[in-house]
């Protein structure tokens, strides 16, 4: 399964990935073993993967970031919990991939 695809499952079903609490760290953790296990494996990137760089870098210049806080300690300061923070992710997601269809992305 590529990325994309899985994070539309884990939209529809956070609680089968990231257990009955539903938090943006309980998704950083979930994608960051994700990209641990395709590199133990060896497994090469992927443009989705390269998407998925872009995006992070699309994040701090959304918000401005200048230090080396996470993508998901971006967006859990700009919510209220971490239930918000994950729904926030896709909101943000969602504007990412329509911004990077509409017009290659300059970051």
């Given amino acids: 399964m590529e990325l994309f695809e899985l994070l539309e ?8 990935y990231l257990l009955s609490n ?3 760290e309980r998704l950083q953790s979930f994608l960051d073993g994700y990209y641990f296990c395709k590199a133990s494996l060896g497994i090469p990137d992927t443009k989705q993967d390269e998407q998925w760089s872009l995006f992070k870098k699309w994040l701090y210049q959304k918000y401005s970031i200048k230090t080396s806080q996470s993508w998901a300690q971006i967006i859990q300061f700009f919510s209220n919990d971490e239930c918000e923070a994950l729904h926030l992710f896709f909101e943000l997601w969602d504007e990412f991939r329509r911004k990077s269809s509409d017009s290659p992305l300059k970051v």
């Fill in 9 to 16: 499952q884990i939209r529809k079903r956070p609680g089968m």
């Fill in 22 to 24: 539903h938090s943006i």
